[in-house]
């Protein structure tokens, strides 16, 4: 971190004006102070925004890529973040609510890239639903996704989860099967940054009766385009 006084000197401008300014962008969650040293950092809300960036320069590069995996497979294609005990679709036409990450093939795609410490923080935070605390801003969504949510889906138990994160790390890729509607099979496979970080999912979802078990074909099909994609990103396995 930065005092007052050195952020004064190489920004060229009066301390006092610094030191208001400081404090103004520290109240607003841009910047942070330590209580002790009275430093300045970086705060939580200037990591949000760069993640915000992140993630548009992600949907920007895989738009190429899930166009080319739609004519592929001649089914919708998503580019996925995790956001807590859910997937965010970024690049997409359909909605922007979250869905169940347990029930989803991108939600175990990019689970599968944490480790089993992480694995297990993650589920005793979302593993099993539980009702929001009534001070959290309510989140608008339809009863299927509040059914999907209290239900449970095939995996009930934190071991449940990681037999799952083996079979998808051992694949490359992850299937879901009937999870969130009956009749759709959907793949996923993680998309890596240049620091070796999932920083989201490629995936495509089919008509399971079109498909038969022929799951290894989609597998194969968002593997490529993901692997693209996080070669774009400066990935090098």
């Not at 990591?47 to 992140?54: D, K």
């Not at 859910?86 to 029930?103: C, D, F, K, M, Y």
Request: hydrophobic share 40%; with cysteine.
């Amino acid at each position: 971190g930065y005092g007052v006084q050195v952020i004064a000197q190489l920004t060229g401008r009066d301390k006092g004006q610094i030191s208001r300014v400081c404090s103004t962008l520290a109240q607003a969650g841009v910047l942070s102070r330590d209580k002790v040293t009275k430093k300045y950092q970086l705060g939580h809300r200037m990591f949000a925004i760069a993640l915000r960036t992140r993630e548009a320069h992600l949907a920007t590069l895989a738009q190429s890529h899930l166009l080319e995996l739609v004519a592929q497979s001649e089914e919708s294609a998503h580019l996925t973040v995790l956001r807590g005990g859910g997937v965010l679709t970024i690049r997409t036409e359909l909605s922007q609510h979250t869905l169940p990450a347990l029930r989803t093939a991108s939600g175990r795609a990019i689970l599968a890239t944490l480790t089993n410490d992480e694995l297990e923080a993650w589920w005793e935070e979302h593993g099993v639903y539980r009702t929001p605390p009534a001070q959290y801003p309510k989140q608008v969504e339809g009863p299927e996704i509040r059914r999907l949510r209290r239900q449970p889906g095939s995996i009930r138990s934190v071991s449940g989860l990681k037999k799952v994160v083996r079979a998808v790390r051992k694949a490359g890729y992850a299937v879901s099967v009937g999870e969130l509607n009956p009749d759709i099979v959907d793949a996923a496979a993680a998309v890596f940054d240049s620091t070796g970080q999932a920083v989201g999912a490629i995936a495509v979802g089919a008509v399971r009766e079109r498909l038969d078990s022929r799951f290894e074909l989609m597998g194969e099909a968002v593997v490529s385009q993901a692997s693209k994609l996080s070669l774009a990103l400066g990935y090098s396995s």
